[in-house]
């Protein structure tokens, strides 16, 4: 009687873990069908979220470009940069227009040092038929 309820058990258990990772995986399979879509993104320099503190006081300009580096035609309309200078713990933000930098947003990316962060916000881009986007924010570390 044990083993017949012992039987039982596991294989109620056996049956519902199967359910489980069967709805797993149509849940999985939906999400990638939604997520398939390559996304706009903005970025600095090679796109890497950790920067080289000399490459970022090189860069002049910011770009928009899809994560999986295809074709667009979008162009950068403005973002805001706030900068967190952790030896100091002062922040400083600078609005910039266009996707080159502003006198201000090169100013304080020239002072960025490792460990630094660099937080980039309102982010829009905008195509060829003047649809403007939104892309979300973005944050820099650097070393």
Same mark, same amino acid.
């Given at each position: 009687? +044990?083993?017949?309820?012992?039987?039982?058990?596991?294989?109620?258990?056996?049956?519902? =873990?199967?359910? #489980?990772?069967? @709805?797993?995986?149509?849940?999985? +399979?939906?999400? @990638?069908?939604?997520?398939?879509?390559?996304?706009?993104?903005?970025?600095?320099?090679?796109? +890497?979220?950790?920067?080289?503190?000399?490459?970022?006081?090189?860069?002049?300009? =910011?770009?928009?470009?899809?994560?999986?580096?295809?074709?667009?035609? %979008?162009?950068? #309309?403005?973002?805001?940069?706030?900068?967190? %200078?952790?030896?100091?713990?002062?922040?400083?933000?600078?609005?910039? @227009?266009?996707?080159?930098?502003?006198?201000?947003?090169? *100013?304080?990316?020239?002072?960025?040092?490792?460990?630094?962060? =660099?937080?980039?916000?309102?982010?829009? =881009? #905008?195509?060829?038929?003047?649809?403007?986007? *939104?892309?979300?924010?973005?944050?820099?570390?650097? *070393?």
């Amino acid at each position: 009687m +044990k083993q017949f309820i012992f039987i039982t058990f596991s294989l109620f258990v056996f049956a519902t =873990a199967n359910s #489980q990772t069967n @709805i797993s995986k149509t849940i999985s +399979k939906k999400e @990638i069908k939604a997520n398939e879509c390559s996304k706009l993104i903005f970025t600095f320099g090679d796109g +890497k979220s950790r920067i080289p503190t000399l490459v970022m006081r090189n860069l002049t300009e =910011a770009k928009v470009e899809m994560d999986d580096l295809s074709e667009t035609d %979008y162009k950068l #309309q403005k973002f805001t940069v706030t900068v967190l %200078y952790s030896n100091t713990q002062i922040f400083k933000t600078s609005v910039n @227009i266009g996707k080159s930098f502003s006198e201000e947003t090169k *100013y304080i990316l020239s002072l960025v040092k490792p460990n630094d962060i =660099a937080m980039v916000s309102g982010i829009s =881009a #905008q195509n060829s038929n003047g649809e403007i986007n *939104y892309l979300p924010e973005r944050n820099f570390g650097f *070393y």
